[in-house]
T-cell receptor, first 115, second 112 residues
Framework: NAGVTQTPKFRVLKTGQSMTLLCAQD?????MYWYRQDPGMGLRLIHY???????AKGEVPDGYNVSRLKKQNFLLGLESAAPSQTSVYFC??????????????FGQGTRLTVV | GENVEQHPSTLSVQEGDSAVIKCTYS??????FPWYKQELGKRPQLIID?????GEKKDQRIAVTLNKTAKHFSLHITETQPEDSAVYFC???????????FGTGTRLQVTL
């Protein structure tokens, strides 16, 4: 049982380049999320999805787009990368509602550097 | 929206001592409060959580307390061990995962 898998694990981009981060989960979870983690800022929600074919904006959506064409996959796109998007990106998935002992499962993270 | 503040940002304790991390939240609708542990270079993982109808929950050396009136909750780790060294995040949610708001994290260092 792989859980949540992110691809790639590391990437260096030049300013203005585009890329797509892939998240795949095998737990049949309805909800999927993309977070970014910056020093001293905790985890901030970029976009999320409550089911196949749906997406919604989180706390810091500007500069990112997402798609959820299949239930198990959630893609995060950067159309024109900027140095401010240098961060560690985490994908997560969860059941529809959080109840005790039901967690949001995180992927291993993608370290993105934009130069 | 929800705002979660977490203190301290760094905490150093000696092995065997207790560690306490505190969080406050702003949205009275929040009713679910998980704590995540993130070891260096690893993914965040849930270690304990609590619902607002419960004041305290324990799991071996870890406990979480909640004061809904004051809108604050705390993580208590007793008999700390070197493997407890990590970054700990608190979070608050009204029960829907899409609205899980994280604190800024506490880096705990357990020294020998």
């Amino acid at each position: 049982n792989a859980g949540v898998t992110q691809t790639p694990k590391f990437r260096v981009l030049k300013t203005g380049q585009s890329m797509t981060l892939l998240c795949a989960q095998d737990m049949n979870h309805e909800y999927m999320y993309w977070y970014r983690q910056d020093p001293g800022m905790g985890l901030r929600l970029i976009h999320y999805s409550v089911g196949e074919g749906t997406t919604a904006k989180g706390e810091v959506p500007d500069g990112y787009n997402v798609s959820r064409l299949k239930k198990q996959n959630f893609l995060l796109g950067l159309e024109s990368a900027a140095p401010s998007q240098t961060s560690v990106y985490f994908c997560a998935s969860s059941r529809q509602d959080l109840i005790p002992n039901t967690e949001a499962f995180f992927g291993q993270g993608t370290r993105l550097t934009v130069v | 929206g929800e705002n979660v503040e977490q203190h301290p940002s760094t905490l150093s304790v000696q092995e065997g001592d207790s560690a306490v991390i505190k969080c406050t939240y702003s949205d009275s609708a929040s009713n679910y409060f998980p704590w995540y542990k993130q070891e260096l270079g690893k993914r965040p993982q849930l270690i304990i959580d609590i619902r607002s109808n419960v004041g305290e929950k324990k799991d071996q050396r870890i406990a979480v307390t909640l004061n809904k009136t004051a809108k604050h909750f705390s993580l208590h780790i007793t008999e700390t061990q070197p493997e407890d060294s990590a970054v700990y995040f608190c979070a608050a949610s009204p029960g829907t995962a899409s609205k899980l708001t994280f604190g800024t994290g506490t880096r705990l260092q357990v020294t020998l």
